[in-house]
């Protein structure tokens, strides 16, 4: 069984060891909106998966379970009670603390201090593999590694947050297993109710190869320089500009202050955004004539890797890999991340037909992934470590 241990909305240091929150706008949501949550459990449930909550420092850690009886009576003495006691420092544990504590970043640590969740598992599980996601550095942290803001528009998930404007509004179900709304409610087992699918994808990102293809193919317009014009292909092929601001708000320059308002970031529908932009193809809003299309997925995934240097940059060839640890939950994954990539981004004839493929696709290398799921507190305690 492939399980995912994130943590939960109350505490926040169970799988990932390093997590550390920051402040965004669907944090904000969703703390803000509590008044609407009582229909769910939210003890109950992962928290990384109703918001796609945003990390600093996330360390995906993949491993397969040697010895299934230790490992199950570690989860359930060591793993669990992490939740139970109520005090967020505690939880999240000093790692995620590094910044608050002064410290520059944890580069200077102690390795066993940051391995936590692997000490405490000990020899009851192999060490498969893990990847070190990290937000950017400086003024572009919160942008993947082409320089666009991400985590802008998730799903508004039905009883559990207020919609902001053009936010898509979607079944409970569509997200949780078990919830109204999930296409296979009937046929799940009781303790799989309030988890959720995670797609994972490590996708490498050539983005000095990205930077040439705008700088040798700027959109030539009245009024708009060089320079103008290849920022301008960027933001058609993702749909928004680097701030954030959509295209179809802002169609020929970008604006940053339009790119940092939440209310007015993510409309819908898009007329003016080229059908084949990423963000319409991964969400035609009003292309379909409706929003309720069971299509969508909360994303929270983070970069990884470092910083461009100097000399790929020059070269315009990628020599370090860095990208994307992509990160969507959703109730169904073949209704969800496999239907966007298969049916919509790599169709050439979706949303009309000739409009192509998603562009950004060309600029990205699977590295591969896996299907894991993410259950619920109560799964844990009572069948998965029993
Ligand atoms: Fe995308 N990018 O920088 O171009 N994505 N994405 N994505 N993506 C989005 O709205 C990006 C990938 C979706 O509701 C933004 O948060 C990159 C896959 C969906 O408007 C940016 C990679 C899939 C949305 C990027 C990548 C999706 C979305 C705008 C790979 C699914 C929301 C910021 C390396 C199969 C659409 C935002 C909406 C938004 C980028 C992958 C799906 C900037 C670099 C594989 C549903």
Same mark, same amino acid.
């Given at each position: 069984?492939?399980?995912?241990?994130?943590?939960?909305?109350?505490?926040?240091?169970?799988?990932?060891?390093? !997590?550390?929150?920051?402040?965004?706008?669907?944090?904000?949501?969703?703390?803000?909106?509590?008044?609407?949550?009582?229909?769910?459990?939210?003890?109950?449930?992962?928290?990384?998966? &109703?918001?796609?909550?945003?990390? %600093? %420092?996330?360390?995906?850690?993949?491993?397969?379970?040697?010895?299934?009886?230790?490992?199950?009576?570690?989860?359930?003495?060591?793993?669990?009670?992490?939740?139970?006691?109520?005090?967020?420092?505690?939880?999240? $544990?000093?790692?995620?603390?590094?910044?608050?504590?002064?410290?520059?970043?944890?580069?200077?640590?102690?390795?066993?201090?940051?391995?936590?969740?692997?000490?405490?598992?000990?020899?009851?599980?192999?060490?498969?593999?893990?990847?070190? $996601?990290?937000?950017?550095?400086?003024?572009?942290?919160?942008?993947?590694?082409?320089?666009?803001?991400?985590?802008?528009?998730?799903?508004?998930?039905?009883?559990?947050?207020?919609?902001?404007?053009?936010?898509? !509004?979607?079944?409970?179900?569509?997200?949780?297993?078990?919830?109204?709304?999930?296409?296979?409610?009937?046929?799940?087992?009781?303790?799989?109710?309030?988890?959720?699918? &995670?797609?994972?994808?490590?996708?490498?990102?050539?983005?000095?190869?990205?930077?040439?293809?705008?700088?040798?193919?700027?959109?030539?317009?009245? $009024? &708009?320089?060089?320079?103008?014009?290849?920022?301008?292909?960027?933001?058609?092929?993702?749909?928004?500009?680097?701030?954030?601001?959509?295209?179809?708000?802002?169609?020929?320059?970008?604006?940053?202050?339009?790119?940092?308002?939440?209310?007015?970031?993510?409309?819908?529908?898009?007329?003016?955004?080229?059908?084949?932009?990423?963000?319409?193809?991964?969400?035609?809003?009003?292309?379909?004539?409706?929003?309720?299309?069971?299509?969508?997925?909360?994303?929270?995934?983070?970069?990884?890797?470092?910083?461009?240097?100097?000399?790929?940059?020059?070269?315009?060839?990628? %020599?370090?890999?860095?990208?994307?640890?992509?990160?969507?939950?959703?109730?169904?994954?073949?209704?969800?991340?496999?239907? &966007?990539?298969?049916?919509?981004?790599?169709?050439?004839?979706?949303?009309?037909?000739? !409009?192509?493929?998603?562009?950004?696709?060309?600029?990205?290398?699977?590295?591969?992934?896996?299907?894991?799921?993410?259950?619920?507190?109560?799964?844990?305690?009572?069948?998965?470590?029993?």
């Amino acid at each position: 069984m492939k399980l995912n241990l994130i943590p939960t909305l109350t505490s926040l240091s169970l799988f990932a060891g390093l !997590v550390s929150s920051r402040t965004t706008s669907l944090l904000i949501d969703a703390a803000g909106s509590a008044a609407n949550v009582a229909a769910l459990n939210l003890d109950d449930i992962q928290g990384d998966i &109703l918001i796609g909550m945003k990390k %600093k %420092k996330e360390l995906f850690f993949f491993f397969g379970i040697a010895k299934p009886q230790p490992f199950k009576n570690k989860l359930k003495s060591d793993i669990l009670p992490l939740d139970s006691l109520n005090d967020t420092a505690f939880t999240r $544990g000093q790692a995620a603390d590094n910044g608050t504590l002064g410290d520059p970043g944890t580069k200077n640590w102690v390795p066993q201090f940051l391995g936590s969740l692997k000490s405490t598992l000990g020899d009851s599980v192999t060490e498969i593999y893990t990847l070190q $996601g990290e937000a950017r550095p400086g003024k572009e942290e919160g942008h993947e590694h082409f320089g666009f803001l991400d985590g802008i528009s998730n799903p508004a998930v039905t009883g559990f947050q207020t919609p902001l404007l053009g936010q898509a !509004v979607v079944p409970t179900g569509e997200i949780l297993v078990g919830e109204k709304g999930d296409s296979e409610i009937g046929s799940r087992p009781a303790w799989a109710k309030d988890g959720s699918f &995670l797609a994972f994808r490590q996708l490498k990102q050539l983005v000095p190869e990205f930077n040439k293809f705008l700088t040798d193919n700027p959109i030539r317009e009245p $009024g &708009l320089t060089d320079k103008n014009g290849s920022d301008l292909l960027g933001a058609r092929m993702v749909g928004r500009w680097k701030s954030g601001a959509p295209v179809f708000l802002s169609p020929r320059f970008d604006d940053p202050a339009l790119g940092a308002n939440r209310f007015r970031t993510n409309p819908s529908p898009i007329p003016g955004c080229p059908f084949s932009a990423h963000i319409r193809k991964t969400r035609p809003r009003a292309d379909l004539g409706t929003e309720n299309t069971g299509r969508h997925i909360v994303r929270g995934g983070i970069p990884y890797g470092p910083e461009v240097t100097a000399g790929e940059a020059s070269s315009h060839t990628t %020599k370090i890999e860095r990208g994307l640890a992509f990160v969507a939950y959703q109730s169904n994954i073949e209704n969800g991340f496999q239907f &966007l990539q298969h049916s919509w981004a790599s169709n050439p004839n979706f949303v009309e037909p000739g !409009v192509g493929f998603d562009p950004i696709i060309d600029f990205v290398v699977s590295r591969g992934g896996e299907y894991f799921f993410s259950p619920s507190l109560s799964a844990i305690r009572n069948t998965l470590s029993a």
